[in-house]
């Protein structure tokens, strides 16, 4: 894509800056209403004719300059559109990792939570719970617990 950009640059580039008409052999510089010829002014010396026949040839020059303009500028178009599509699927790309990720932590710290209620309650029944260590899981449950609310506030 980027090297039929470049060519087409280089093309108006060469045809751009020639506003020379090439009529039956003869090479023509038309500027404005005038014809010149060598550098020369040879307007009125030309007929009538051949000033129209170089005037048509000068337009049709003209319009496929301006054909190959849009065709440029439509270039640019598709290649900004392709780009701000492709920027617009990285950031979903993103924001879905992001999801997931939220959604994992979300996961690990409910069953963070459930395994540290889980043996809790499974010391206390066999009664291997001091008073201490009944304190320090509940205090350890508590902070799972808002470990588990804060992962879900953020999902």
Avoid: C
């Avoid at 045809?15 to 010829?37: C, D, F, H, P, R």
């Avoid at 780009?83 to 963070?112: M, P, T």
């Amino acid at each position: 894509m980027k090297f039929w950009i470049i060519v087409l640059f280089v093309v108006v580039g060469f045809v751009g800056t020639a506003q020379e008409v090439n009529v039956s052999g003869s090479i023509y510089t038309v500027k404005g209403k005038a014809i010149l010829m060598n550098g020369e002014d040879v307007t009125s010396t030309l007929p009538a004719e051949k000033q129209e026949q170089i005037m048509a040839a000068f337009d049709e020059k003209k319009a496929e300059l301006k054909k190959i303009k849009e065709e440029e500028d439509k270039a640019k178009k598709t290649e900004s559109d392709i780009k701000k599509a492709e920027k617009k699927q990285k950031k979903a790309e993103r924001e879905l990792k992001k999801r997931e990720k939220l959604q994992s932590n979300f996961n690990k710290a409910g069953k963070k939570h459930d395994d540290a209620i889980k043996k809790y309650e499974k010391l206390k029944k066999k009664g291997k719970l001091s008073p201490q260590d009944e304190t320090k899981w509940l205090s350890k449950i508590d902070k799972l617990k808002s470990n588990l609310a804060k992962a879900k506030r953020k999902l």
